[in-house]
């Protein structure tokens, strides 16, 4: 008589062999944490170079090695296991406190910034090396921030491994973070001339348009000072609009973009709580156009008031950059759109705020030959696309119609193809004709 075996069902994504090590990378990940807390007290102050390496460096070298065990783990595929239970990606007590956390951040950088003295002192070593002189609080934030977008990055490369698409967006992502945002601006400083980010320009960065900046930029950087006016212009004027009518708006907010950067590889874990409502995409449109009138606006003041020498407009145009500079720059994009990511995930600030986003999503929708299409045929309303979707666009319903998706907002980071189990969804770049397929 034949006796068959059953092999016990295995469950993917947890290995037991392996669990000693990713403990050891979370204490690794949890020692150098421990260490910024010291530096706090300004105890590192004494051995600054000691202290950076235990802090920055065992996170790094901690959470690498977490994501490495992780891919050897389980087989290529996206693990989303229990996203809706979880804690932190849940809108639970952690993930609050990690809000508050990440916003008292925030506050304390943009007006309390002496109590984060002892942390800037902390990257002193880094700051001397890259800029030839001592750290202040934004070098401080771009450490934070460019640390931050490599080591998500590395998990996002684990995470969607399969992926050809998601790997080469999240080495691009850490590529311009770290070069155009980090090493590049830091190399401007020690040769003497201005802080430039080449990958950042008007609207987004609305003070390179500024008559004052324009001055100081010419003043201060000479033939370099010329050229970072003529990039800035010709990345606007020309780049924009050609790249995005081949790519759509995903060169940039997916590709090159250091906000978007962030939100796609540290705000990968809370993708799933953008607000999907009928409501939250009316109040987008209108927040969003907003902004960008009111960053056109501010910039045609200050020209007007620049070439009368300040006698039309006098002081109204400088409150107008100021209050922009307030409300736009460090509380929308700076305290809500970081410090909100574990509530209302992580497209708050290019969903409702950024001015480049809505100049972009104008030409994508109207000019560019990229769209998302669709086989409604395959679709089996699964719902992964829409939920997914850190834009709040509900993909499914595109999706059951067979309907092309060419939504101004849609950033093109191709999740929502990703995570399709039927292949029913395509990031393409087709000629125009075509490209509005109303289904009734």
């Not at 460019?146 to 080495?171: D, E, G, L, P």
């Not at 970081?338 to 950024?354: A, T």
């Not at 092309?404 to 907002?409: L, Q």
């Amino acid at each position: 008589m034949n006796i068959i075996q059953i092999e016990p069902y295995k469950v993917y994504g947890h290995n037991k062999n392996l669990e000693f090590l990713k403990k050891l990378g979370l204490t690794t990940i949890g020692i150098g944490f421990l260490f910024f807390m010291i530096s706090l007290t300004g105890v590192s102050n004494r051995q600054t170079l000691l202290f950076f390496f235990l802090s920055f460096g065992l996170l790094t070298a901690g959470s690498i090695f977490y994501f490495t065990i992780q891919i050897k783990e389980a087989p290529a595929g996206i693990k989303n296991n229990r996203i809706f239970f979880d804690a932190l990606t849940s809108r639970k007590a952690i993930a609050w406190l990690l809000g508050i956390v990440l916003t008292g951040f925030y506050v304390l950088l943009y007006w309390f910034p002496e109590t984060l003295q002892n942390l800037v002192n902390l990257v002193n070593p880094l700051s001397y090396t890259l800029r030839g002189t001592a750290a202040d609080r934004w070098f401080l934030y771009g450490s934070f921030y460019t640390t931050a977008v490599i080591i998500m990055a590395i998990r996002m490369i684990a995470k969607y491994r399969h992926n050809r698409y998601q790997i080469i967006r999240s080495v691009s992502v850490s590529f311009f973070q770290l070069a155009f945002s980090f090493i590049i601006p830091g190399i401007l400083v020690s040769l003497n001339k201005p802080e430039f980010y080449f990958n950042y320009f008007w609207p987004l960065k609305f003070q390179y348009l500024f008559p004052d900046e324009i001055k100081y930029l010419t003043s201060s950087g000479g033939a370099l000072g010329y050229f970072m006016i003529f990039w800035g212009a010709a990345m606007f004027v020309i780049a924009t609009p050609v790249l995005t009518y081949f790519f759509g708006k995903r060169w940039y907010c997916s590709w090159v973009c250091g906000c978007g950067g962030l939100a796609e590889t540290a705000g990968d874990l809370f993708r799933q709580n953008s607000d999907k409502s009928l409501k939250a995409w009316k109040l987008e449109r209108i927040s969003i156009h907003s902004v960008l009138i009111f960053v056109v606006v501010t910039t045609s003041l200050l020209w007007i008031n620049s070439a009368s020498n300040g006698k039309v407009l006098g002081t109204v145009s400088q409150g107008f950059a100021e209050w922009y500079g307030f409300i736009i720059g460090a509380l929308f994009s700076g305290i809500i759109g970081v410090g909100f990511y574990p509530i209302f995930g992580s497209r708050v600030w290019c969903r409702f705020g950024c001015p480049m986003a809505a100049t972009l999503g104008m030409l994508q929708k109207y000019f560019s030959r990229f769209r998302i299409t669709t086989n409604g045929g395959q679709c089996i309303s699964c719902g992964n696309c829409s939920t997914y979707c850190e834009m709040g666009i509900d993909v499914k319903s595109y999706a059951q119609r067979g309907q092309n998706i060419i939504r101004s907002s849609c950033v093109g980071c191709g999740i929502c193809a990703a995570v399709c189990p039927r292949g029913v969804l395509k990031l393409e770049n087709l000629p125009r004709e075509g490209k509005y397929n109303q289904v009734d």
